[in-house]
Structures are given as C-alpha cells and as structure tokens.
C-alpha cells in the first residue's frame, strides 16, 4: 500500500498503472482464496438493451474479472423487459452463494423505476456502492480518538468505486491524507459525498464546495488535497491551486475539438495544463481517474466474498 | 418562518423562547390537521426498565405531545424483557396506522442488542432520525443548481431531531445560512454529520473538524456559522470566533462546582462568557439546544402524521 507510483518524470499521477497493479494485487488475492478455501469471487452483469456505449462497458468489466480470477455471470434482457422481471432476477442473484456482487449497468429503458431496480440489490451485494446504507456507513464508521482506525476492505458495505478510486489515487501516489486540509468540489451522493466522507474518515479535515458556494477559488486555495467532481470542462484554473496540492480531477467532460478524428475530446473540471505547474502532483483526464473504477469495482467483489467467508456483515 | 427571535437587550439565542415558538406552531399545526382530516399524530414511546432519568425524559415527552395535542402511547416493559419481546412491539407498532412516530428510549438494558431493535423501527416511523437511510436521505436529496429546494418538511424520512434544531436556532435568529462558510466541529453520526449534511443543503460552504485537525482554531475562525457539538466543555475559545459569527453550542458537559448545590453545573463546548463578546449571535448552555430536540420531535411525529396521509413517502 500507500507506495509512491506516479511517474518519477513528472508530477503526473498515472491512473492507468495504478490500477494496473491494483488488478495484479487481485488477481494475487483471487488465487489466495481460491487455494485456501475453494471460492472464486463472482459477479453478476445485468444488461438491458442494446445500448452500444452500455455493451462496451459491460464487456470492459466482464474482461477485467476474468483476467483477475472472477468468475462472470451476464444476464441479457431485451429492452422491453418488465420491472416485475428484472427484479425477479435480481432476487435470484441477492439469493444465489456463488454471486458476491450484483451490477445492473444503468441507464435502464424509461419504462422501469431505476432506483426501485437498484434498491432491490443487497447491499452487500452492491459492488457500485450506491444504495443509500452503502453511503451512510461511510458516516457511521465512527470509532473515535486515538483508536480511530478506517479500513476500506473491512467496511461492513460497498463504498462506491469512483470515490474509493480518487482515495486510493491519493495515498497510492505517496500522499498521507490524516491531517491535510482537503477540499472537494461538488456534492453529488454518487461522487462528491462519498468522497468528502472518505477523506474525512482518513482524518482530513475537509471543506465541500458547490454551485452555491462563495469565492470558491479561495476556499479551494487552502487545500492540500483537491478532489473536483463538478461536470464542467476545465473550470478549475492555476490560481485555485495552493503550490504543492495533490489534484484529483473525476470530471469527464466533452468539448469540441475540429483537429480531432470525432470532432471533440474529453478533459476534466480541471485545467490540466495550467495547474499541472502548480500542483504537487494531479491526475490527467482521461487516464486518471477513470481506470480505477473497474479496478474498485473488482476489488468490491473480492471482499464481497470474503466476507461471505467470515459470516457476512450481520445483517 | 426565520423571523429573529433572539433576545433584542443582547446576543443570545434563546433556545427555550425558540422552542416554545415552535410548538405553539405544532399546536395549531395539528388542531388544522384534526380538522381537516380526523387524524390526530400518534408517538408511541417504548420504556425499559426503571432508570430514573429515562423515566424523566419518556415523562417531558409525554407532557409535551398532550400540550400540542398528539396522541401518545406509553409501552413499559421490566428490565428482563427479551429482546424479541421488544421487536415484537417495535413490529405492532409499525403496523399500527394510529402511530406515526416511534421512540425507544435509550440506552437499553446490557442483554439487548440496542442497534437490532432501532433497525426494526420503520424508517417513516423513526421520528428520532436515527435510521442509516434517515442520514443517507440527506446526501440524496440533491437537486442541482437553480431548482435546488431544500425542505425539511418534505424530506422522504425524518431528520435526527438535534441537528435539525441546530438548523432552526440559526435560521430563526434571522441568519441566512446559504453562501455562509460553516464549520462543525465533531463528526459524529448522531451530531457532526447530519449537522454538516443539513447545513450544506442549506447551501452554506461547510468544512468538518475533528481530533484529528490541525490548527482548529484557525479553521473555525474562517466560519460565519459555527456549530460545536464535541463533549470538551469550554474548548471553544474567543479566539476561535470571527467577530460577528452565529455560534450553536450543542456540548453537555458537567464540570465540577462546590459552590452549586448538586456539586456540578453543565456548560456547553464553547466558553460562552469569552465567545459571548466575540459572536454576533450565540446559544447558551443550558437553553439552547436542549429544549429544542423535543420540539424537533414533535414536529417529526407531526409530519409522519401528514405524510400518512399523503401517501407515505413510496417505500
Ligand atoms: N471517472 C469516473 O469514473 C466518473 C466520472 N464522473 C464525472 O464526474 C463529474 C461529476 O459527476 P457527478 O457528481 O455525477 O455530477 P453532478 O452533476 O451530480 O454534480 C455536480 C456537482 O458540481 C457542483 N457544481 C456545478 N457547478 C459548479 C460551480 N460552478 N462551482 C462549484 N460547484 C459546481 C454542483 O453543485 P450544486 O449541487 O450546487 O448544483 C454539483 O454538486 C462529471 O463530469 C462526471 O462525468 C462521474 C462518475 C464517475
Ligand atoms: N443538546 C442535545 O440535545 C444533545 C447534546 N449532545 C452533546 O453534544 C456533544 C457531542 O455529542 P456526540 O456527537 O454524540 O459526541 P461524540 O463523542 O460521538 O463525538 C465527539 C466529536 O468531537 C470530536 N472531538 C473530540 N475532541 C476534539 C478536539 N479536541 N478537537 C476537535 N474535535 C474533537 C471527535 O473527533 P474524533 O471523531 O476524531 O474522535 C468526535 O467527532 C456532547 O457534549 C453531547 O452531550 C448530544 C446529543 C444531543
């Protein structure tokens, strides 16, 4: 854990080898269990439809389990599905020992009820982390002074992949986050909240900003960790950044670009270039964040079977 | 709504006048309720055992329901009670539509798992807030932007009765929270959290700190609204307040005082005399938070009761 991985040429935190050795750390931990007590870590992929980008992604995912030693279970539906059946199914996999995590890619076709979809997934079986307990652990994993101790894999629930990816970016570039000011821009309870109560639960003591907020850019100078998940191409500049920061940028943002193939490319909320010379260290759109959120979502399903091994989380 | 009710001869935040306020409204609240739909809001509260100060906290509960005209309903059970006694009673009183909000006094006997009976409360009858997916509803009910309406009447769950008093004290002093830089201090579950969740729905910039903070006092003399909720009596200090600031002190502490009669007096997390001078608005300790968290409950109960009737809340 926690070793110094980011290119030594530069302050260029490298997403892709991160979670590059994250996937080997798996696959390491996959064969462990598989020798010691006989149990593959399996995942369920529910797709519905035949969106082309939904397809892509689900193939993304059901590759990466098999190069780590997950096995995949993926259940086609066609875009007339009722909601009666997908949660049926769904039912069937909270039920069934050899499925540890349960995925529904998303967006679902407009005539089912999204949430009632996803609400329906144990959350011990929920490797996104996106039901609503999953989030609130995060707030409940309170243990106090100096006993405080916060451990990702031993939650009782999922956290969600992306903000465990943004923490793992942080303390896998060499970055200790007890102590540090930490500022997270955006408040969204699929990125921003999860990951203020991630950084918080590493004892950085953290400032949320939003739409609302006043003089942003002054708020954000006094961090020594940024983390934006804002949605706005670039709007984070050089003079937000206090010398020295680690950045984080979760945004994927498209903007139009005539010299590219298609048309456009993808940057993040933060102005790469310009607070690349200020940052201590900062992570590239795309690159960055981005590979790290299968990475967590194998890793989700690995503890998720082993907790099924130590008797579960209680519930 | 936010009309200033502080005392106008000084600065402080008259928690007992505020909550007297508030239940004058609950009164009238649920007269027009009886009125225009027969239905009278019903709290059951579940006792254990006999600990004189439970018996005291159920008995002003109690008291206040009948003067705002909610029904309540008094379940005693011996000490020994086994805990599939309590949730049997906790599972009736679920299913009772008579009964809007549930309250298990706290703390329960040794043999009772204490979090097992509150996770059987319904979350629409959890009138004390404490459910996980009470607090997870506060990172969820993000509306984005210029639409963004935060209501703590219409949220889908109750929020827990402390913090949302915190709330009130601040609003109805006459301080707009939004664009407001806000500190809590502490992160409990109970207090810290929802107290930063509520207040960063309310649009205020909000940073958390905790043991593990370095330069508190810097940090927290950056915030227009400070809400101190720690259990260290009179760690806030004047030099921790910028001139002008709202300060909410949620700390009970007692401390030592032969001169008193008990041999003890409480005082709050801040050292009222010293901050006094310093804020522009402060509560005191006691008769600040503390008569409001009742009032808090009412109002929850209050509105389960409406909620009833709209339909609940789509679970
Ligand atoms: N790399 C990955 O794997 C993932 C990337 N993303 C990307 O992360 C970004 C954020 O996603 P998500 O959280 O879902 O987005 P949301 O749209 O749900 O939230 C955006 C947040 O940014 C805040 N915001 C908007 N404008 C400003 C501004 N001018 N100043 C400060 N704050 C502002 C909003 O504030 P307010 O609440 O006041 O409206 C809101 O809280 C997106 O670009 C998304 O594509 C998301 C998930 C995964
Ligand atoms: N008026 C009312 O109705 C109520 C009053 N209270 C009172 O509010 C207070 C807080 O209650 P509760 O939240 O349950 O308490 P907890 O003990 O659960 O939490 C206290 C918090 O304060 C933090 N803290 C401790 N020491 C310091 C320090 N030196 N500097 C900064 N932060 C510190 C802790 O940090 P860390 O997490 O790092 O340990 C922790 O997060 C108590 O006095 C309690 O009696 C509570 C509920 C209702």
Redesign the pocket.
């Known amino acids: 854990m926690a070793t110094p991985s980011s290119s030594s040429a530069d302050n260029i935190i490298d997403g892709k080898v991160i979670a590059e050795t994250i996937r080997g750390e798996i696959k390491e931990e996959c064969a462990a269990l598989l020798q010691s007590s006989g149990v593959t870590p399996g995942l369920a992929v529910v797709l519905v439809g035949n969106r082309t980008d939904s397809a892509t992604y689900v193939r993304m995912k059901i590759k990466a389990c098999e190069e780590v030693g997950i096995h995949s279970f993926k259940f086609d539906f066609p875009s007339d599905v009722t909601e009666a059946d997908l949660i049926a199914k769904v039912a069937e996999l909270n039920a069934d020992p050899a499925v540890h995590g349960i995925l529904v890619q998303l967006p679902l076709p407009g005539h089912i009820h999204e949430q009632k979809v996803l609400d329906t997934i144990l959350p011990d079986k929920d490797v996104d982390g996106l039901h609503p307990l999953n989030l609130a652990q995060l707030a409940h994993t309170?243990t106090?002074?100096s006993s405080?101790k916060f451990d990702l894999k031993t939650l009782p629930y999922h956290a969600a992949c992306t903000p465990q990816g943004c923490i793992e970016l942080i303390e896998r570039s060499g970055t200790v986050i007890e102590g540090k000011e930490a500022v997270v821009i955006g408040r969204s309870n699929i990125v921003g909240i999860p990951v203020f109560l991630l950084l918080m639960q590493k004892n950085a003591t953290v400032t949320v900003i939003h739409s609302r907020t006043k003089d942003a850019s002054a708020v954000c100078k006094r961090a020594d960790i940024v983390v934006a998940a804002v949605g706005r191409a670039e709007m984070v500049k050089p003079d937000w950044i206090k010398p020295g920061a680690v950045v984080i940028d979760v945004g994927i943002n498209s903007v139009d670009d005539p010299t590219s193939k298609k048309g456009y490319r993808l940057v993040g909320d933060v102005d790469f270039a310009g607070c690349k010379a200020v940052a201590g260290k900062i992570t590239p759109v795309p690159g960055g964040v981005g590979p790290m959120t299968i990475a967590m979502l194998l890793r989700n399903t690995l503890q998720g079977a082993k907790r099924g091994l130590s008797g579960g989380n209680g519930n």
């Open positions: 309170n106090h002074g405080r």
